[in-house]
C-alpha cells in the first residue's frame, strides 16, 4: 500500500542558517545517502552503520566536495516515518540545500509531496490519521494553549477518547445484538432503561467533543475580537497599539479603513484574532457602506466586541451609539465599552460613561490608544472575556474542523438512535444507526480513509514534514 | 582561554518548518540537556550514553510536555566546537523552538552569541582563523563559484597556501640569521643572488594573493554590471527581465529610476551586481541630477557596463552617446552596447549599430526587453566578459577582506626587503622585515589574534553558527 519510493526534501525553514536538515525516507533512503557521502577516514559505509548514530563527512558529486556535513541513520521501524531514514545536517546556504536536494534526486530519490513524511507515518501504522493531523497542529501553534492541545491530539490524547466513545458504541452494539440473536424468543434482552441510559451517555459524549470546537477553534486561530466604531474614533490606532506595529492604515480621512483587517496577536499565551473593521457613520458612498456592513457582519462573529468611541463626543452621541450596537450583542458575546482619547476628551463624556449601567457581559474602559495609556486594563478585560481556563479544562477539546463535521454526523446519527428507542423501532434499526457512528468515529482515526481524504488532509502540511 | 560556559541558540533559518535544530555546546551541554529530556521507555540518561548517537524522546518543563523530540550527542573533542555538544531536533514551530531555548536557559545553559559556536571551534584548535571565517562564507554563498571558494577556504586550502609561505619566509630568515651569526667573520654567507632570488618569489606569491582578491571579490559579492543609458531607453525593464521580477519601477515617466538600484542574480554559476542607473539625460531637476553623477560613480566601479540604447532614435543621437561613454572607458572593462527595442526600432539605426567599429572589449548585441528577445546572447557576452574559469584556477582565491588588507601590509614589507638588499642594507635590518611579513601571516590564521580582531570577525556571523 505504502509507496515503496525514496522521498526527499529540505525540512527546516526555508532561507539561511546556520544548519539546514535534508530529510531522505524509504526502503533506499540509506543506499541513496552512501553514494554521495564520504567519510574523511575511510571506515564503514552508511549502510554497514548501525542504526541511530551520527557520522561526519562529506557530500561529494562529480568528484567536487559539496559540503562538509553530519547524517544520521534511522532503521526500519525506528523512525518517525517507520522506514530507512537519513538526515544530513549540512551548512545553512540556499545553495547547498538546494544541490545537495539536486544530488539526492540525481541519485535515486524523488521530491517530497507536502506532508509525505507524515503521511508515511501513518500509513505505516506509526500514528493514527488524528495524530498525524496533530503533527502540522504542533508546527503551525504560535500560543501556549493552542500548541498543548497540539501536542496533547499528537500524542494520542484525542485518539483515546474516541476509542473510548468506540468501546461504548461497541457495548451498545453487542447487547442490540445479543437481542437481535433471540429475536424469535421476543425477548427483551437489553433492558431498554439500560440501553437508554448508555445512549444519552454516548450522546453527552459525542455533544461535549462537538461543541468543545467553538472554544478548540478560538485558541488554534484566535479569539474572535471585532473592533468596532464610528469613524475616526481611533480604531486602527487601538488595533496599531496593540500589535505595536503598523499593518492598518491611519489617516485624519474619514473612512480609510475600507476593508476588514484581520490580524492575530497573543497577548498572556491566548490569542486574539483582531477584525478592524469600517468605521460606522452615515454615507452615501456604497463601497464604504459595503465595508459597513461587513462591519456589521464581523460583529456577529466576535467572541469579544471592542466598541471604541471618542469621549471627545458629547456623550448623547455616544450613548445612541452603544444602545444600537447593544442591540446587537448575544448571550454570549462580551461587550467592551472602550472610551478613547481620555487625555483630550470631555469631562461630562467620561462622568457619564463611568455611571454607565452595565449587565453583566460589558465593561467599560478608558484609555487613550495613540498615548497607549490603559492599554493593561483593555487586555485583562479581554482575557477575563474568554472564561476558560486550559489548565482545569480536562477534557478533550476539538480544534479541527474535519473532526467537527464528522463528530456532528456521528451526534446526529446518535439522536436517530435516541429517537429511535423512543419510537419503539427494532433492534436491527438501531444497529444501523450505531454502525454509522462508528464508521465516522472511524473516519477520525483514519481506520476508514480514502486516498481522496488523505489527499486533501497532507496537502496543506509543509514540504519536508 | 575558552569560556566554560555551555551556551545554545536555534541554529536552523529563523520562522516555521518541518524540523528545527536548538544546539548546546560547552562542558555542561549533555547534563543540561539530561534536565529536561526523558526518554519514554525509561533506559539509560543521556550522560550515560555513548556519542554521536541519537535518541527519541520528549522534553518536559515542570511536568508539561514541550515536544517530541531527537537528540543527538557529541562528546568532547569529537564535535563542531570540540566540546560536548547536543543537537535538539524538535518540531519547527516558532513557539516550540522560543519554549525549548528558554527552558534551556532556565536549565543553566545561556544564549550563545552570534558566531560563538565557530570561534570556540577556532578557540579549541579545531580549525584556523581563516576556516573559521569560511563556516559564514559557506553559508552566505549564493552561486557555485563562491560556494567553491568558500568550500575551499573552509577546507584548509587557503591556510596550505599561507603556511607554504612562511614555510620560504623562514628559509628565508633561516639564510639571513646564518650570515648574522657570522657577522664578524664578513662573510656573506647568504649568496645574495640566490635571497633576491627567493624575496622575488615571495613577493610573487603575496603580489598573485593579493591580486586575487578583485576575482575573488567579484566572485563573492557579484561581478559589478552598470546598467547605463538614457532615460526611457528600458533599462529597468531590461533589468526586470534579467531578474524575471519587478524590483524596479518601471514606468513611462522620464526619469523614474532616481535611486541606484543594486540587484544580484545568479546566471551560469556566476553572480552579478546589477547597477540599475538613473538615466543620463540633460536635466534641470536638482535631484535627477545627483541621481546621473551617481550613475558615472557606479560606471568606474562595473567590470561591465551595458549602455543601453533606443533603437526607435536615429542613429547620430546614439552615436553620440556611445562615444561619451566610450571616453570613460577603462582598459579592464568590458562595455556592451544593448541596442534595444529592435522590435520597433528603425531599420536604419539598427543597420548603422551592426557596422560599428568596436574595440577589443566592446560588443553589440540586439534584444527587445520587453519581450525577452535575445537576451541569451546578451548573457552570453556579460558571461564572456569575466574572462575567467574557476575549474582551471589553480590558484587560491582571497575572497576576504580582512585578509586583503592583511596581504597588502604583507606584501609591502616583503617589497621593502627588496629594496633593502638593492640599497645594501645589513642582514639585522632585512630580517626584521621579514618578522613583520610573518606577523602579518599569522594574523590571517589566527596564530596572533587579539580579542577586539576575534569579536569583529565573528559579529557578522549568525546566531547559532
Given at each position: 500500500?505504502?509507496?515503496?519510493?525514496?522521498?526527499?526534501?529540505?525540512?527546516?525553514?526555508?532561507g539561511v542558517g546556520a544548519i539546514a536538515i535534508i530529510r531522505l525516507s524509504g526502503e533506499n533512503a540509506i543506499r541513496i545517502a552512501d553514494k554521495i557521502f564520504k567519510s574523511p577516514k575511510g571506515g564503514k559505509v552508511l549502510v554497514e552503520q548501525p542504526a541511530n548514530t551520527v557520522h561526519f563527512g562529506h557530500i561529494i558529486f562529480n568528484e567536487e566536495i559539496i559540503d562538509?556535513?553530519?547524517v544520521t541513520i534511522f532503521k526500519v521501524?525506528?523512525?518517525?516515518?517507520?522506514?530507512?531514514?537519513?538526515?544530513?545536517a549540512c551548512h545553512g546556504s540556499v545553495f547547498i540545500q538546494q544541490k545537495i536536494l539536486e544530488i539526492l534526486v540525481e541519485s535515486g530519490a524523488r521530491l517530497a509531496l507536502p506532508g509525505e513524511f507524515t503521511q508515511r507515518a501513518f500509513l505505516n501504522g506509526k500514528m493514527d490519521l488524528s495524530q498525524a493531523e496533530a503533527v502540522a497542529d504542533?508546527?503551525?501553534?504560535?500560543?501556549?494553549?493552542?500548541?498543548k492541545l497540539a501536542i496533547n491530539q499528537m500524542r494520542g490524547g484525542f485518539s483515546k477518547e474516541i476509542n473510548d466513545?468506540?468501546?461504548?458504541?461497541?457495548?451498545?452494539?453487542?447487547?442490540?445484538?445479543?437481542?437481535?440473536d433471540f429475536a424469535e424468543e421476543e425477548v427483551e434482552f437489553a433492558d431498554r432503561t439500560a440501553l437508554r441510559n448508555l445512549t444519552e451517555k454516548i450522546e453527552i459524549l459525542l455533544r461535549n467533543l462537538k461543541d468543545s470546537f467553538q472554544l478548540g477553534n478560538a485558541i488554534k486561530n484566535g479569539i474572535p475580537v471585532a473592533i468596532i466604531g464610528e469613524t475616526n474614533v481611533g480604531k486602527s490606532t487601538l488595533l496599531n497599539a496593540l500589535l505595536n506595529e503598523d499593518k492598518a492604515i491611519v489617516s485624519e480621512i474619514h473612512g480609510t479603513t475600507r476593508d476588514v483587517i484581520e490580524d492575530v496577536i497573543n497577548i498572556k499565551g491566548n490569542a486574539f484574532r483582531f477584525f478592524d473593521t469600517a468605521g460606522i457613520r452615515d454615507t452615501e458612498d456604497y463601497i464604504e457602506n459595503l465595508g459597513i456592513e461587513r462591519s456589521y457582519s464581523k460583529l456577529e462573529q466576535a467572541t469579544v466586541v471592542l466598541l471604541v468611541v471618542d469621549t471627545e463626543n458629547p456623550y448623547p452621541i455616544i450613548k445612541g451609539r452603544i444602545d444600537k450596537i447593544r442591540e446587537r450583542i448575544v448571550q454570549d458575546q462580551t461587550l467592551i465599552i472602550v472610551a478613547n482619547k481620555i487625555d483630550s476628551g470631555l469631562n461630562e463624556t467620561i462622568q457619564q460613561l463611568e455611571v454607565l449601567d452595565l449587565t453583566d457581559n460589558e465593561k467599560v474602559v478608558f484609555i487613550a490608544a495613540k498615548q497607549k495609556q490603559n492599554l493593561e486594563e483593555l487586555i485583562d478585560f479581554m482575557t477575563a472575556a474568554i472564561?476558560?481556563?486550559?489548565?482545569?479544562?480536562?477534557?478533550?477539546?476539538?480544534?479541527n474542523a474535519r473532526h467537527f463535521e464528522i463528530l456532528k454526523n456521528a451526534h446526529e446519527a446518535i439522536l436517530r438512535v435516541l429517537n429511535g428507542l423512543d419510537s419503539g423501532i427494532t433492534g436491527d434499526f438501531l444497529a444501523q444507526d450505531i454502525r454509522e457512528c462508528l464508521h465516522y468515529l472511524g473516519e477520525i482515526t483514519g481506520e476508514i480513509s480514502s486516498d481522496e481524504v488523505l489527499g486533501h488532509i497532507f496537502k496543506s502540511f509543509c514540504i519536508g514534514k
Open positions: 500500500m505504502v509507496d515503496q519510493s525514496t522521498i526527499a526534501a529540505i525540512s527546516t525553514s526555508p562538509e556535513v553530519i521501524p525506528h523512525s518517525f516515518t517507520g522506514e530507512n531514514s537519513v538526515e544530513i504542533v508546527i503551525a501553534s504560535s500560543n501556549a494553549a493552542a500548541h466513545l468506540r468501546k461504548q458504541l461497541l457495548h451498545f452494539t453487542a447487547m442490540v445484538e445479543l437481542e437481535l472564561n476558560f481556563d486550559l489548565a482545569n479544562q480536562q477534557d478533550v477539546i476539538v480544534t
